[in-house]
């Protein structure tokens, strides 16, 4: 079982950055895909980005030009670098690993195996 930790949650003005991270407690057994997640009690998750083995990428509409995600596989980290925060964005940040297998949820041609505890991020107005 991998564990996956996120890192580097808080409170932010609008308009103030934040980078969270998250690492995996064994990058070995990961697929070709992370991401994060977003999500705000009594509302759907929402992807916010995700990243594949050849270093694609893909972002929640919100997340477009304002997040960028970043994979390091010498130090078993995701990234997401958070500009031009609103408070819209205040959510619980997830980060998920594909396993490359079948199992798990799919978003965007990924299997989503491992979940992270998540991440609180707070924009106030």
């Known amino acids: 079982q991998v564990l996956l930790a996120e890192s580097g949650g808080g409170s932010v003005e609008a308009g103030g950055s934040l980078k969270i991270s998250c690492v995996a407690s064994d990058y070995t057994s990961l697929g070709s895909c992370m991401g994060w997640f977003r999500q705000v009690p009594g509302k759907e998750r929402e992807v916010v980005a995700i990243?594949?083995?050849?270093?694609?990428?893909i972002y929640g509409d919100f997340a477009k030009g304002r997040f960028t995600i970043s994979r390091d596989n010498a130090k078993n980290s995701l990234d997401l670098q958070m500009n031009s925060l609103k408070p819209v964005d205040t959510a619980t940040y997830t980060c998920?690993?594909?396993?490359?297998?079948?199992?798990?949820?799919?978003?965007?041609?990924?299997?989503?195996?491992?979940w992270g505890q998540g991440t609180q991020v707070t924009v106030s107005s």
């Open positions: 998920a690993a594909s396993a490359g297998s079948s199992r798990g949820e799919l978003y965007f041609g990924c299997r989503f195996a491992y």
């Open positions: 990243i594949y083995g050849d270093g694609g990428t």
